[in-house]
C-alpha cells in the first residue's frame, strides 16, 4: 500500500465536514497534483468528543462515494500506542505509531554498544548526497542518540509487529511520529532514527521528526525561517540517503506535524520538495472545528448565539481547557476580549476574530488558539450543537471548502 506523492491530513473532530473537506481536496487534485486525502483523528480526540474509529471510516467513505473521487484515500488512526491501537485496526489503514514517551527511556549498554558498533562505517565526516557540509558523527553522538532513542523504536517495532500481525502485511500505511516532544530532532540524529527502525525491520513510509521552532495550533509557524529551511531541506536529503543506504521502503517521506495554518513555511517546504522532487505528508490538525465555529457566526441568530456561549464557557475554563495543550499553544490571556464584549458583537466581527487572515485588523490569535483547544465545550453540548451543523451546514461547508483550499492548499502547493 502507498499514500502517493503528497498526502493531506484533514481533522475533523465531530466528523460533519468530510465532503467539504474531499472538495477543497479535489479542487487541487484538478490542477493536475497527486494529493491523497487522510482523515486523521487521535485517541485523544474521540476520547473528548465521545466518537469511536469506526466513524472516521464512514464519514471518509461517504465523502469519497458522494463527490465520485476515485483517488486514493486514507484513514489515519493518529498518534496510537500498543495500548490504544486495538479499537483502530478495524478501521483505519494508516497508523502513526507515537513513540514520543519512550523518548529517553533506557536501554540496556549492550544494545547501545551494539548499535554504535553497526554505524562505526559512518563515524567521522559522513557526506550525504546534496548537503554541503558533511555530518559530524562521532562515537559519543551514537551512544548519545542510542541512549536516547533505542527504547523509542523498539516501541515503534512493537507496534508494527502488532500491525502485521492483525493487518497483515502492505494493508497499512506506517507513519512513526516524535514529534510531542519539547526538543527537536536535528537531521543527523534523524538519520540514525531511521537505521534503527531499519534495522528493527519497521517498514515506515512517513516519519514526524519534532522540527525546530513553536508549531502551535491554529497559528503560524514560530521561529527562524531559514534555519528551519535549511533544517527541512537536510530532513530530506537525510531521508534520500537513508532509504538507500539502509533499504527502508522507497516511498518514505516526511510529515509534517503542522498543527494548521503554518503559512510561512509553507512555501519554503514546496521550494524545497520541488527542487529535489520529493513528496510530503503534511497534517492539518482540527481547524475544520473552528470553521464550524465561524460558520455558526456567520449564520447569525441561534448560530451566533451557539458561537457565543461557545466562547463564554471557554473563557471561564480557560485554564482547565488549555493545560493538557500547553506545549503547543501561546495564549496571551489579557489579549482575550471579555466575555460581554463578545456577546455584542455581530457574527462579521466574531468570524473575523476568529478566522486567521494575517495581518486583518479583527484577527486575535489568542481567541483563536483558546477556540482551537474548546472544542470539549461543543461536544459536551451535544445535540444542541449538532442541530445547528446541520441546520447551517451549507455556509459552515463553505467556509470549511474555502479554509482548506484557500488559505492551506493554495499556500502549500503554490497553486
Ligand atoms: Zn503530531
Known amino acids: 500500500m502507498r499514500l502517493g506523492k503528497y498526502s493531506f491530513g484533514l481533522g475533523d473532530r465531530f466528523a460533519h465536514q468530510g465532503v467539504a473537506q474531499l472538495k477543497a481536496v479535489m479542487k487541487a487534485v484538478a490542477t493536475g497534483l497527486d494529493i491523497s486525502p487522510v482523515w486523521n483523528k487521535s485517541n485523544r480526540e474521540h476520547h473528548y468528543v465521545h466518537t469511536e474509529p469506526a466513524s472516521v471510516r464512514a464519514e471518509a467513505d461517504h465523502a469519497v462515494k458522494e463527490l465520485g473521487f476515485t483517488g486514493k484515500y486514507f484513514v489515519d488512526a493518529d498518534h496510537i500506542n500498543l495500548s490504544t491501537v486495538q479499537p483502530f485496526v478495524e478501521y483505519a489503514d494508516f497508523f502513526t505509531l507515537d513513540v514520543a514517551a519512550f ?100 517498514k515506515a513510509q512517513t516519519i514526524a521528526p519534532k522540527f525546530t521552532g513553536r508549531f502551535n495550533k491554529g497559528v503560524d509557524y514560530r521561529g ?18 537513508a532509504v538507500k543506504e539502509f533499504g527502508l521502503p522507497e516511498d518514505l517521506k516526511l510529515s509534517v506535524h503542522s498543527g494548521s495554518d503554518k503559512f510561512s513555511i509553507y512555501p519554503i517546504m514546496f521550494e524545497i520538495l520541488k527542487k529535489h522532487d520529493k513528496g510530503l505528508h503534511i497534517k492539518t490538525a482540527g481547524t475544520t472545528w473552528l470553521e464550524e465555529v465561524i460558520g455558526l457566526a456567520l449564520s447569525g441568530g441561534e448560530g451566533l448565539e451557539l458561537a457565543k456561549k461557545i466562547y463564554a464557557t471557554s473563557y471561564d475554563r480557560r485554564e482547565a481547557l488549555c493545560a493538557p495543550y500547553a506545549d503547543v499553544i501561546d495564549i496571551d490571556a489579557s489579549q482575550l476580549p471579555s466575555i460581554e ?40 453540548l451535544g445535540d444542541e450543537y449538532y442541530s445547528q451543523l446541520e441546520k447551517n451546514a451549507e455556509i459552515i461547508g463553505r467556509c470549511v471548502e474555502e479554509n482548506i483550499y484557500d488559505r492551506h492548499l493554495k499556500r502549500l502547493f503554490n497553486l
Open 103 to 202: 523518548i529517553g527511556k533506557p536501554s540496556s549498554d549492550e544494545a547501545i554498544k551494539a548499535f554504535v558498533d553497526s554505524c562505526q562505517k559512518y563515524v567521522g565526516n559522513l557526506n550525504i548526497p546534496g548537503i554541503d557540509e558533511p555530518l559530524n558523527v562521532s562515537n559519543e553522538l551514537l551512544e548519545e542518540i542510542a541512549s536516547r532513542f533505542l527504547a523509542a523504536t523498539d516501541q515503534a517495532s512493537e507496534i508494527y509487529k502488532f500491525l502485521l500481525e492483525h493487518k497483515g502485511e502492505g494493508n497499512f500505511i506506517t507513519e512513526v511520529s516524535m514529534d510531542e516532544v519539547e526538543k527537536p530532532q536535528t537531521p543527523v540524529y534523524l538519520l540514525f532514527i531511521l537505521k534503527m527502525l531499519a534495522d528493527k525491520g519497521v
Open 341 to 380: 464584549e463578545v456577546n455584542g458583537w455581530d457574527g462579521e466581527k466574531y468570524a473575523n476574530t476568529l478566522r486567521h487572515i494575517p495581518g486583518h485588523t479583527d484577527f486575535n490569535s489568542n481567541f483563536r488558539q483558546l477556540i482551537h483547544v474548546a472544542y470539549a465545550v461543543a461536544a459536551e
Open 224 to 241: 527562524d525561517l531559514d534555519q528551519f529551511a535549511k533544517e527541512f531541506e537536510q530532513d530530506v536529503l537525510v531521508i534520500d540517503f
